[in-house]
């Protein structure tokens, strides 16, 4: 028997039934993310039946999967619309946001939004090179995406006319036809918003670094983030060293007190961290890679209650990222500031009815109550960290078992009209994209600013590629930091 997998049923059918053997067009309804057949459809198109169609369908009934047998004509007439055209939708829409150069503050983000960009962030996951045939080879989608354009222009003129009496009809049309969508929608989408909430991101874990007792400096002292990011990387053998400020750490790679640093770079809500970028600047180290960890906090206390709680303690920026939970759990708890979130604990007596907020993965290691766990605001909430070491080669890089394909750069740039395009020119005509851009106020001349890129190229072939060569027309100051 020949069988297929496809999206578009008429036309490899048409192809396939040239077979002398059994034909079965076949259409999963369901991506790589399903963790089984349990409860998934697929479509049969049967054009030559014999033995093997039925082994498969009962095959697939065995495992929980329902089979949905339809002719392919019917099959690409349905796709047309409820795959195409939202793809379609999703896709547009994304791309808006790309040409706009739209980047949405996180406080803003409506339930609406939220939901939507779960969808586009899944189709934009997939492979362009399927998505493409779905859209393009579709037979019935060109004509409909015609219709769909049609209405879109006609829905822009009601908005321009400010007819707000036609919009609410065209609104009350729509619900009355998707009645049954609607009712299922205002709680399924609750439900889904509530997991999200409840739910952190999980994060992919980093590499270990691959060399013998290797010496791990982090921003301490121990039980902070970054020591938690610091122990990802580490190794059984590893050392890891405490130093008080990320510029210590740095210095403590230049001057080989240790082998690789862990730094901060940037947070999900707080944005990039200045002080980091800064150092490069001073220490001529390297970034061999970067990673991300989710942060979670949740309230110690020596007390066996909330209600006991009439202060709380931690590192500002814990407070405020916990801003809401404190508001709704403990209105009238003063809130104290400390160097880091673990520091107040650390002194040798534990004051009454206080609350300290510290890192989730952290609390098992004090002798204290867990009154609370994550109590972020954000349970998207993330720091990516930078592995920085004193040199940087390809033999090097592959010794450390991190596979890093981005590259980070600092520059300076003459001070004029164009220069950022300029700049942006040299990596757009080679196709090469940016990750991110920052600016950060020069130290070398007040009104001045660097800028912090990262490149969607490996560091090891900047050279090859004429883009330093290039860049330094633009730019006094050409860094490249390294792999990210």
Not at 60 to 86: T, V, Y
Not at 107 to 135: C, H, K, M, W
Not at 295 to 300: A, M, N, P, S, V
Not at 402 to 423: C, E, M, P, Q
Request: hydrophobic share 40%; proline share 5%.
């Amino acid at each position: 028997m020949l069988t297929d997998l496809t999206s578009i049923k008429a036309e490899p059918v048409k192809a396939m039934e040239k077979a002398r053997s059994g034909v079965l067009g076949m259409h999963p309804l369901f991506g790589p993310l399903a963790p089984n057949l349990k409860n998934q459809s697929i479509v049969f198109c049967p054009i030559k039946k014999n033995k093997w169609i039925n082994f498969l369908k009962n095959l697939f009934k065995k495992n929980g999967a329902r089979i949905i047998e339809i002719s392919p004509e019917m099959h690409d007439a349905q796709m047309a619309l409820l795959q195409c055209l939202i793809h379609f939708s999703n896709i547009n829409l994304a791309h808006f946001f790309y040409r706009k150069k739209f980047k949405p503050l996180p406080s803003l983000l409506t339930p609406t939004f939220r939901l939507q960009s779960l969808v586009i962030g899944r189709i934009l996951a997939q492979n362009p090179e399927l998505y493409s045939d779905i859209e393009i080879r579709n037979p019935y989608f060109r004509k409909l995406s015609r219709e769909y354009l049609k209405e879109l222009h006609s829905f822009q003129k009601i908005i321009e006319r400010r007819d707000c009496e036609e919009f609410k009809k065209r609104f009350k049309k729509a619900s009355s036809y998707l009645s049954n969508f609607v009712k299922v929608a205002e709680e399924k989408t609750t439900d889904i918003l509530s997991v999200i909430e409840s739910q952190p991101i999980k994060i992919g874990t980093p590499k270990k670094i691959n060399i013998k007792k290797a010496r791990i400096g982090f921003l301490g002292p121990k039980y902070t983030f970054s020591w938690s990011a610091a122990k990802k990387i580490a190794n059984r053998t590893s050392h890891l060293i405490p130093f008080l400020t990320i510029g210590e750490v740095f210095e403590g790679v230049n001057n080989l007190e240790t082998d690789f640093g862990v730094v901060p770079i940037q947070n999900a809500i707080a944005g990039i961290i200045s002080e980091t970028m800064y150092q490069f600047i001073d220490y001529p180290v390297f970034a061999l890679g970067s990673f991300k960890i989710p942060i979670r906090y949740c309230l110690l206390s020596k007390e066996k209650s909330i209600k006991d709680i009439k202060a709380v303690k931690s590192h500002p920026q814990a407070l405020s990222q916990s801003r809401i939970w404190l508001a709704n759990n403990l209105p009238r708890a003063s809130k104290i500031s400390t160097p880091s979130t673990v520091s107040a604990i650390s002194e040798k007596s534990i004051p009454d009815k206080t609350g300290f907020i510290v890192p989730l993965e952290a609390a098992k290691n004090f002798k204290l109550n867990v009154l609370a766990k994550n109590i972020e605001d954000r349970k998207e909430n993330f720091t990516r960290f930078l592995v920085i070491t004193r040199e940087l080669n390809r033999s090097f890089l592959k010794k450390t078992n991190f596979h890093n394909k981005n590259t980070l750069l600092l520059l300076s740039v003459y001070d004029r009209v164009g220069i950022l395009r300029d700049i942006l020119n040299v990596f757009a005509k080679r196709n090469i994209n940016l990750a991110s851009l920052h600016s950060i106020p020069s130290v070398f001349h007040p009104w001045d600013y660097l800028f912090f890129l990262e490149i969607e190229k490996f560091c090891f072939s900047l050279n090859q590629k004429g883009i330093l060569r290039d860049l330094n027309q633009y730019c006094p100051f050409v860094r490249v930091l390294g792999a990210a």
